[in-house]
T-cell receptor, first 116, second 119 residues
């Protein structure tokens, strides 16, 4: 069975601080996908990134960066120079690697609050 | 990426009634998924809907309570039947994007959600 753990329920930072959101996963699959989604107060889920299990190269997109370490089953998300607009719930998720799409297993989410 | 719309965006319903939520996608997709997000909680998969076959329900969810239709490759409905206050949640439609382009494999897109309040 797949499982995703986001140990940090809530994080509060001051604007311009860097913040890292942790994600640890469990799966028996050798090939899988990992995701991060942002859910602002409006409720819509915003796709941030998808990572293949066979690609451990870290990725940077603007102020966002992701650190994937297969050896520790972790897929952490860092926001550099945080802004108030980053305040949201962030979900880490895991799926099988199927070309037609697959069910997602979500972590419990981390509520990030960025204070001015 | 796929563009997904849901109707209604929100509704307030009386206990014991039913509500049908529609999900429309702007392209043909093989699989559609329905998730529930109870207040302050994470997302839980209700069922997977493939066109032309019965939906596959997750443990804890049954067809009598959450009947699903999938009449074609761009549309699905989820009905929440005989509602109680415990059904108050956000219901989200999601699609998986297959295809020949490697970068599109495994993409998962979500609709804007339907906020349901049962009184």
């Amino acid at each position: 069975a797949q499982k995703v753990t986001q140990a940090q329920t809530e994080i509060s930072v001051v604007e311009k601080e860097d913040v890292t959101l942790d994600c640890v996963y469990e799966t028996r699959d050798t090939t899988y996908y990992l995701f991060w989604y942002k859910q602002p107060p409006s409720g819509e889920l915003v796709f941030l990134i998808r990572r293949n299990s066979f690609d451990e190269q870290n990725e940077i997109s603007g102020r966002y960066s992701w650190n994937f370490q297969k050896s520790t089953s972790s897929f952490n998300f860092t926001i550099t120079a945080s802004q108030v607009v980053d305040s949201a719930v962030y979900f880490c998720a895991l799926s099988e690697a199927k070309t037609s799409g697959s069910r997602l297993t979500f972590g419990e989410g981390t509520q990030l609050t960025v204070n001015p | 990426s796929a563009v997904i719309s849901q109707k209604p965006s929100r509704d307030i319903c009386q206990r014991g009634t039913s509500l049908t939520i529609q999900c429309q996608v702007d392209s043909q997709v093989t699989m559609m998924f329905w998730y529930r997000q109870q207040p302050g909680q994470s997302l839980t998969l209700i069922a997977t809907a493939n066109q032309g076959s019965e939906a596959t329900y997750e443990s804890g969810f049954v067809i009598d309570k959450f009947p699903i239709s999938r009449p074609n490759l761009t549309f699905s409905t989820l009905t929440v039947s005989n509602m109680s206050p415990e059904d108050s949640s956000i219901y989200l439609c999601s699609v998986g994007q297959g295809g020949r382009v490697a970068s599109s494999r495994g993409e998962q897109y979500f609709g804007p959600g339907t906020r349901l309040t049962v009184t």
